[in-house]
């Protein structure tokens, strides 16, 4: 028996953009007109009044107009060619491309401001203290409007998909840790879902076939246990409602838990474990990681480290103009530098790794792998990576004994919301068992 993944090219979407491309799209383009006005005058000012530290933010605040015109560029040539064949798997990637762009500008402008800096420190310049304070704090004020401006109305900066996007293969949507959990027990089918629509939050569970479950196992015969992160256990019981059990304690917030089931209270063998995560996760797992929008993220960083020099170019000639440390000017230069630096590290690794294919989710991947072997089956390959801002692809060999084809799998995958692309092999074992046949030798 083998299986694959065989869906009709007409519902096969390899659209993997972040959720608020298009909104991201516009604040970055509006961000670039301050960026730019700012750059020009702080270089220009900072060179008059003889401060390399407003020098220096002038300069970043160039490579922060740059980093946002790279990435303003890249939300939109994604967006036009979104549906370019050529591209096949979508241009959701293209973000990273540009977040890994603008980090290696930021990369070159640390080494250079760093250089200065050092030059400076040992041929010390004159310095005009009381205009150059007023156009460093005129950059600090650019820089918390640039960063209000990308962070409005739900920028994902922080790293952390909100669970807007469309699901095209699995029908998830923003409710994901509402949709019901199956499990395969010996009584059939079973769902287990939080329902909360309006009333308070409680466990539901209810046979696929939707027979009555209760005369079954029986009032009460199920029972919940609940392990959140920090270690903290809850035991709910269950009440028959007709069509469905329902848990007789609400449950607080938040929805992101591991769950124990015990159906009938015989025996462990009728134990089941699952996972309830809130809106924007993958399974229980945070997808801070998977989910975030590198390119709007590299813009953000950009502004970050504009603020972080300014602030420090503030703090120097302060010094300087009070206490006559002259010397602190370039000092702060150098350790903007660092700051700068570090930034540039952090969106280099994680942008690399990204356009390297490198797994995305560990943990979601070992969840998929026990969703995949929870009742005997084995996983005999398995390889996850990012598509684009929360849109992950898997593709999976699965080895079973048992009569099932590729969208059974994917039925129990459904849950895993940012898998957006799956591509399933599933193989039989017996056939896998057997010798291979040996070709006759040839006569020689």
């Not at 995560?277 to 502004?303: I, K, T, Y």
Request: aromatic share 8%; with cysteine; net charge negative.
């Amino acid at each position: 028996m083998n299986g694959q993944d065989t869906m009709p090219a007409d519902e096969h979407s390899h659209i993997f953009l972040g959720a608020g491309h298009a909104a991201n799209e516009r604040r970055t383009w509006a961000a670039i007109s301050l960026a730019a006005f700012m750059m020009v005058a702080e270089i220009a000012g900072g060179t008059l009044f003889g401060s390399l530290a407003v020098v220096a933010d002038g300069f970043h605040m160039a490579t922060h107009a740059l980093a946002l015109l790279i990435a303003a560029v890249a939300y939109s040539y994604a967006r036009r060619h979104a549906n370019d064949p050529r591209f096949v798997f979508g241009t959701g990637k293209l973000g990273d491309l540009a977040g890994f762009t603008s980090a290696l500008v930021l990369a070159i402008i640390a080494l250079i401001i760093g250089y200065e800096a050092a030059v400076r420190l040992f041929s010390p310049v004159t310095i005009h203290f009381d205009e150059a304070i007023v156009i460093a704090a005129g950059g600090l004020i650019v820089n918390i409007a640039t960063a209000w401006l990308l962070s409005a109305r739900g920028g994902d900066h922080h790293g952390h998909a909100h669970g807007h996007g469309v699901r095209h293969r699995g029908g998830h949507d923003a409710h994901a840790h509402d949709e019901p959990r199956r499990i395969d027990t010996r009584w059939g089918i079973l769902l287990l879902e939080v329902f909360e629509d309006g009333v308070p939050p409680r466990f539901r569970l209810r046979r696929e076939d939707n027979l009555e479950l209760a005369s079954v196992l029986g009032d009460r015969a199920a029972t919940i246990e609940t392990e959140r992160p920090g270690g903290a256990r809850q035991n709910f019981r269950f009440a028959d409602r007709g069509a469905f059990l329902e848990s007789v304690e609400e449950i607080p917030e938040p929805h992101e838990f591991k769950v124990r089931v015990r159906l009938a209270g015989l025996d462990k063998s009728d134990d089941y474990e699952l996972d309830f995560s809130e809106p924007g996760q993958g399974g229980a797992l945070s997808d801070s990681a998977a989910g975030r929008d590198n390119n709007m993220r590299a813009a953000f960083v950009h502004v970050a480290a504009d603020a972080a020099v300014s602030m420090l170019a503030i703090c120097g000639l302060l010094l300087g103009r009070f206490f006559g440390w002259v010397f602190m000017d370039p000092v702060m230069g150098i350790v903007g530098a660092l700051v700068i630096a570090n930034w540039a590290y952090g969106l280099i690794r994680d942008t690399g790794g990204v356009l390297l294919d490198m797994n995305p989710d560990k943990a979601l991947a070992e969840e998929l792998r026990r969703t995949i072997e929870s009742d005997g089956d084995r996983l005999a390959d398995l390889h996850v990576w990012r598509l684009g801002p929360g849109h992950l692809g898997a593709i999976l060999s699965v080895l079973t004994a048992k009569p099932r084809d590729a969208e059974f799998y994917r039925s129990r995958l459904n849950r895993l919301r940012m898998l957006s692309h799956v591509t399933i092999e599933v193989r039989d074992t017996i056939a896998c068992r057997e010798p291979a046949k040996r070709s006759p030798s040839a006569a020689g």
